[in-house]
């Protein structure tokens, strides 16, 4: 059992990741290109409202994967070494917090900025005290989606390098235990 909680944990974690950098790096920077090349009189936020709808599925599936692998991993892995385990505990609760943040602080606020403004944001200028809010928790935004992703990584290595480390050695202690 062990064993398939921790293949179902990497599979749900480098899908999460694989999703989320590919919407980083890809999804959300084309859609901002083509809707702006389409000559459109609002892009940013055409595009803007798109990629809000795609964000709030990464950010809730990354939290509610983060912690699903919390709970399993800690019900379930209890011959792992003390500091170990505290590390990707502590990476695995950065992407809880930091995709929750993104989820229910950061996109709220960035929400209600676009809802207070009188014209699409393309047509506010770059002065105006609420697209100055808007820049800058969208600067948040990425940043703590950053972090997320790193520690996701992180979490990921260490889950893999646990799972093909510990058998040998488990089984090798074993013998030895066995033998005397």
């Given at each position: 059992?062990?064993?398939?909680?921790?293949?179902?944990?990497?599979?749900?974690?480098?899908?999460?990741?694989?999703?989320?950098?590919?919407?980083?790096?890809?999804?959300?920077?084309?859609?901002?290109?083509?809707?702006?090349?389409?000559?459109?009189?609002?892009?940013?936020?055409?595009?803007?409202?798109?990629?809000?709808?795609?964000?709030?599925?990464i950010n809730r599936s990354?939290?509610?994967?983060?912690?699903?692998?919390?709970?399993?991993?800690?019900?379930?892995?209890?011959?792992?070494?003390?500091?170990?385990?505290?590390?990707?505990?502590?990476?695995?609760?950065?992407?809880?917090?930091?995709?929750?943040?993104?989820?229910?602080?950061?996109?709220?606020?960035?929400?209600?900025?676009?809802?207070?403004?009188?014209?699409?944001?393309?047509?506010?200028?770059?002065?105006?005290?609420?697209?100055?809010?808007?820049?800058?928790?969208?600067?948040?935004s990425v940043d703590v989606?950053?972090?997320?992703?790193?520690?996701?990584?992180?979490?990921?290595?260490?889950i893999s390098m646990a799972?093909?480390?510990?058998?040998?050695?488990?089984?090798?202690?074993?013998?030895?235990?066995?033998?005397?």
């Amino acid at each position: 059992m062990n064993r398939l909680l921790t293949i179902v944990s990497l599979l749900l974690l480098g899908l999460w990741l694989g999703g989320a950098i590919f919407f980083g790096a890809a999804v959300a920077p084309s859609l901002f290109a083509v809707l702006r090349d389409a000559g459109l009189g609002n892009p940013n936020e055409l595009a803007g409202s798109i990629v809000t709808r795609l964000l709030r599925i990464i950010n809730r599936s990354g939290f509610e994967i983060s912690l699903f692998i919390i709970v399993t991993r800690f019900f379930t892995k209890r011959d792992e070494r003390f500091g170990w385990r505290l590390a990707e505990m502590i990476s695995l609760a950065i992407v809880a917090i930091m995709t929750a943040v993104s989820q229910w602080v950061i996109s709220p606020k960035m929400l209600a900025l676009r809802g207070a403004m009188s014209a699409p944001i393309d047509q506010v200028p770059h002065d105006d005290v609420r697209r100055v809010a808007f820049d800058s928790l969208h600067r948040y935004s990425v940043d703590v989606m950053g972090i997320a992703l790193v520690a996701a990584f992180v979490s990921f290595v260490m889950i893999s390098m646990a799972s093909t480390r510990r058998p040998g050695a488990s089984e090798d202690s074993m013998r030895r235990s066995d033998l005397s």
